[in-house]
């Protein structure tokens, strides 16, 4: 159907809106596991680029099943 062939902007996920650049979210440290609160700083191929900002703002690319 044409319905997918328009443009995507910048502020728009085709696959899951619920969280946007800048959002502050509970993401799932790879570390361990366990949830802490970050900010998205970049969202590309439905992998979220989340800053730790409790641990010296280290960054890390995630799926939205790891975000709350």
């Given at each position: 159907s044409s319905a997918?062939?328009?443009?995507?902007?910048l502020h728009e996920k085709?696959?899951?809106s619920k969280f946007k650049?800048?959002?502050t979210v509970m993401a799932k440290y790879s570390g361990d596991?366990?949830?802490?609160?970050?900010?998205?700083?970049d969202i590309q191929n439905d992998k979220y680029?989340?800053?730790?900002?409790?641990f010296g703002n280290?960054?890390?690319w995630l799926k939205a099943a790891d975000l709350n």
């Open positions: 997918t062939e328009r443009p995507i902007s085709e696959s899951d650049v800048g959002a596991g366990k949830p802490y609160r970050a900010v998205i700083d680029l989340v800053r730790y900002v409790d280290e960054t890390e």
